[in-house]
């Protein structure tokens, strides 16, 4: 017989884990140059696992949580977080052209800070309600940058469940269409009851977990048309586990 190929706990080395985290937290190497402008993003991996090993006081979580606060946007009708620190320019047009808030990098900050314990007493919600407007797309779909088209910046489900999170964290339903987000979520749905990144494209496992978790927070996904997608998930066919 076979000797058993797969891992166990014995053979997890969780202070390897913690260093690693702990060392990508503090100073990012060189092979991360072309990352630059997802900083936020690639904190978020550090602090999310130090969570999950229990380890999350080997951060400084208030010098984190000041840190993460200095990428917030202090425009009034230019919410958000950047992924990188801001550049100043000489004026307000080219301020807001060339910073541009992050969907997904707001959406990890809000999720840090959360982790890290903040009340979320200085996240400005009037500013992120005015970007979150100029996110989403008429189709309901969410770009992840200010944009005049989607041709100006992806929009997809990944976007959606971006901005379901932050909607459902702060409380910002009203800030979006909600009926045109929930169209675009069911209209992603593929035939083999999975969801893919928009109408119209191939299933996918990550896809499938942004629409589900969308709409759960939306309260919409009893109301989902197509319910084929539960043997989906049982057969483990959309590539979920």
């Given at each position: 017989?076979?000797?058993?190929?797969?891992?166990?706990?014995?053979?997890?080395?969780?202070?390897?884990?913690?260093?690693?985290?702990?060392?990508?937290?503090?100073?990012?190497?060189?092979?991360?140059?072309?990352?630059?402008?997802?900083?936020?993003?690639?904190?978020?991996f550090s602090v999310s696992g130090l969570d999950l090993l229990g380890k999350l006081?080997?951060?400084?979580?208030?010098?984190?949580i000041e840190y993460i606060y200095s990428y917030q946007s202090p425009l009034p009708?230019?919410?958000?977080?950047?992924?990188?620190?801001?550049?100043?320019?000489?004026?307000?047009?080219?301020?807001?052209?060339?910073?541009?808030?992050?969907?997904?990098?707001?959406?990890?900050?809000?999720?840090?800070?959360?982790?890290?314990?903040?009340?979320?007493?200085?996240?400005?919600?009037?500013?992120?309600?005015?970007?979150?407007?100029?996110?989403?797309?008429?189709?309901?779909?969410?770009?992840?940058?200010?944009?005049?088209?989607?041709?100006?910046?992806?929009?997809?489900?990944?976007?959606?469940?971006?901005?379901?999170?932050?909607?459902?964290?702060?409380?910002?339903?009203?800030?979006?269409?909600?009926?045109?987000?929930?169209?675009?979520?069911?209209?992603?749905?593929?035939?083999?009851?999975?969801?893919?990144?928009?109408?119209?494209?191939?299933?996918?496992?990550?896809?499938?977990?942004?629409?589900?978790?969308?709409?759960?927070?939306?309260?919409?996904?009893?109301?989902l048309p197509s319910k084929d997608l539960w043997p989906e998930l049982q057969r483990?066919?959309?590539?979920?586990?």
């Amino acid at each position: 017989m076979a000797a058993d190929s797969r891992l166990s706990l014995d053979d997890f080395s969780c202070a390897k884990h913690v260093a690693y985290f702990k060392q990508h937290a503090k100073k990012l190497p060189d092979v991360y140059k072309s990352m630059d402008t997802n900083r936020l993003t690639l904190l978020y991996f550090s602090v999310s696992g130090l969570d999950l090993l229990g380890k999350l006081d080997e951060l400084d979580r208030e010098q984190t949580i000041e840190y993460i606060y200095s990428y917030q946007s202090p425009l009034p009708d230019h919410g958000g977080f950047y992924g990188c620190p801001r550049v100043s320019f000489d004026t307000p047009e080219l301020d807001k052209c060339n910073n541009q808030p992050h969907i997904a990098n707001t959406y990890v900050a809000l999720v840090m800070l959360i982790i890290l314990g903040d009340d979320l007493g200085r996240v400005n919600r009037s500013s992120l309600g005015q970007s979150l407007r100029k996110w989403q797309l008429e189709d309901g779909s969410f770009c992840c940058v200010h944009c005049i088209s989607s041709l100006d910046s992806e929009s997809d489900i990944r976007f959606v469940y971006c901005a379901a999170t932050i909607c459902y964290i702060l409380d910002l339903w009203d800030a979006i269409d909600i009926e045109a987000m929930t169209r675009f979520i069911y209209a992603s749905q593929s035939y083999d009851g999975a969801f893919g990144m928009g109408p119209s494209t191939e299933s996918h496992g990550g896809c499938t977990y942004c629409a589900v978790a969308a709409l759960t927070m939306l309260g919409r996904l009893a109301d989902l048309p197509s319910k084929d997608l539960w043997p989906e998930l049982q057969r483990g066919s959309v590539g979920l586990w």
